[in-house]
């Protein structure tokens, strides 16, 4: 399995941007696709975004899509949510996950490696 550690959650208010990062170890990084998710409290767990082990495929979550963007940097292992135009409803711990394929995913199920998550919270 993957070992993963999220960074870059904090306070902001409506409207500010923030940028999750997510360290992976495993010298198989490149071939895995990763993505993230997030869970607010009281909510199940729910796909926010994935990308290819290339980067070269993404995909997101409607309730994002245009405001999040998905990125990776497979020479230094490490998978990035550039999160924009945040509002309240984005409040929520964030968690980073590895896929054992090279393709995108939005399942859970087809996650195996999951990071410990990171707080997001905005304010209005």
């Known amino acids: 399995q993957v070992q993963l550690v999220e960074s870059g959650g904090g306070l902001v208010q409506a409207g500010a941007s923030l940028r999750l990062s997510c360290a992976a170890s495993?010298?198989?990084?490149?071939?895995?696709?990763m993505g993230w998710f997030r869970q607010a409290p009281g909510k199940e767990r729910e796909f926010v975004a994935t990308?290819?082990?290339?980067?070269?495929?993404?995909y997101y979550a409607d309730s994002v899509k245009g405001r999040f963007t998905i990125s990776r940097d497979n020479a230094k292992n490490t998978v990035y949510l550039q999160m924009n135009s945040l509002k309240p409803e984005d409040t929520a711990v964030y968690y980073c996950?590895?896929?054992?394929?090279?393709?995108?995913?939005?399942?859970?199920?087809?996650?195996?490696?999951w990071g410990q998550g990171t707080q997001v919270t905005v304010s209005s």
């Open positions: 990308i290819s082990g290339s980067g070269g495929s993404t």
């Open positions: 495993g010298r198989t990084f490149s071939r895995n696709a």
């Open positions: 996950a590895a896929t054992t394929t090279s393709w995108v995913t939005r399942f859970t199920l087809d996650y195996n490696s």
